[in-house]
């Protein structure tokens, strides 16, 4: 079950690396940077899942709950600050997914996506969505160590 998983959550990077490498090369639109964050969201709620599902296994906790926000929780009550800099990035990133949005250069090779999240401008160009696919590969990595 945890291979299963742990696939998918391979495959949701593999889709991110296209989206940013590929996509956001030719298109250069907001609209592909935030289809990669959703990517990069699924994979985190896959990853989350893959470790709730093993320590499951192993008996250590009950049940998996259900919504999200329980899941982090949970996960950072099993791995205290191992995975606290992981929950927050994924925060992060659910934010941006629901906030709205203004674009910069559009179509231009400089293309911003600029959110507004808790009062702060946060702008978001291809090197910072570069960092956010490496955040999220040190996740899915971690998931896949611990799993393992």
């Given amino acids: 079950m945890t291979d299963y998983l742990e696939d998918r959550a391979q495959d ?5 690396d296209h989206l940013i490498y590929v996509s956001l090369k030719y298109t250069r639109t907001c609209d592909v940077m935030l289809n990669a964050m959703k990517r990069m969201i699924s994979a985190f709620e896959l990853g989350m899942n893959d470790l709730l599902f093993h320590y499951q296994a192993k008996k250590k906790i ?10 982090v929780e949970l996960l950072e009550k099993l791995f205290k600050n191992k995975v606290t800099k992981h929950t927050k990035f994924y925060s992060l990133l659910k934010k941006i997914e629901t ?39 040190e996740f899915v990595d971690f998931v896949k160590e611990v799993a393992s």
Avoid at 12 to 16: A, C, D, F
Avoid at 62 to 71: G, L, N, Q, R, V
């Fill in 99 to 137: 906030c709205e949005f203004s674009r910069r250069e559009e179509y231009r090779k400089h293309v911003t996506m600029i959110a507004m999240i808790d009062g702060k401008k946060l702008e978001i160009d291809t090197p910072t969505l570069l960092d956010y696919y490496k955040k999220t590969r």
């Fill in 12 to 16: 949701e990077l593999k889709r991110v």
């Fill in 62 to 71: 009950k049940d998996i709950p259900d919504s999200s926000k329980e899941k």
